[in-house]
């Protein structure tokens, strides 16, 4: 299966600052989706993200706050916007496999801690 | 898309079969149970997805009753390895999102 990576890790970041994360799939791949998951809690999808539209945000999310951009098929990128504590999360990014079954692989997530 | 539920945590010793059901009262007839795992500090991961009655691979089984309104994913033999948050989530075959739900936080004691 196809391989998932994020960049960075980890991050520390001063309130009012922004902060890109990058997601790289070694294969071409049609939908992925970014997730936030709090210290202690269950994933909660950011938004969808396919080549060549906009992100369809969810209930909750908007543009301004994660603009997320997906120039090819292997490349996404999340930002957080103007962050305050509140945003300190995991960020996953994940994509659907190519097989018949609704299966989606994850990313090792980035760890954010704003200040 | 159906709203799933179960237990928020769950503790076995190594060796023992653990079984964790979920309900899903409101599932649609073109919607697939799946489980999910998630280890400390990474992603999910994908175990075992079924539409009915029992579906088994290296990892689980998972039985899903006629009115598949409720399924079980039973882990055979556990080690402390399995330690880990479970998640029952309902999904379209392919090409939708999926949500999570708060999953079950399975520890395994030696």
């Known amino acids: 299966s196809a391989v998932i990576s994020q960049k960075p890790s980890r991050d520390i970041c001063q309130r009012g600052t922004s902060l890109t994360i990058q997601c790289q799939v070694d294969?071409?791949?049609?939908?992925m989706f970014w997730y936030r998951q709090q210290p202690g809690q269950s994933l909660t999808l950011i938004a969808t993200?396919?080549?060549?539209?906009?992100?369809?945000?969810e209930s909750g999310f908007v543009i301004d706050k994660f603009p997320i951009s997906r120039p090819n098929l292997t490349f996404s990128t999340l930002t957080v916007s103007n962050m305050s504590p509140e945003d300190s999360s995991i960020y996953l990014c994940?994509?659907?496999?190519?097989?018949?079954?609704?299966?989606?692989?994850f990313g090792p997530g980035t760890r954010l801690t704003v200040l | 898309l159906a709203k799933t539920t179960q237990p928020i945590s769950m503790d076995s010793y190594e060796g023992q079969e653990v079984n964790i059901t979920c309900s899903h009262n409101n599932i649609a007839t073109n919607d697939y149970i799946t489980w999910y795992q998630q280890f400390p500090s990474q992603g999910p991961r994908f175990i075992i997805q079924g539409y009915k009655t029992k579906v088994t691979n290296e990892v689980a089984s998972l039985f899903i009753p006629a009115d598949r309104k409720s399924s079980t994913l039973s882990l055979p033999r556990v080690s402390l390895s399995d330690t880990a948050v479970y998640y029952c989530l309902v999904v379209k075959n392919r090409d939708d999102k999926i949500i999570f739900g708060k999953g079950t936080r399975l520890h395994i004691l030696p």
């Open positions: 294969s071409q791949v049609t939908m």
């Open positions: 994940s994509f659907e496999g190519q097989g018949s079954r609704n299966e989606q692989f």
């Open positions: 993200a396919n080549q060549g539209s906009e992100a369809t945000y």
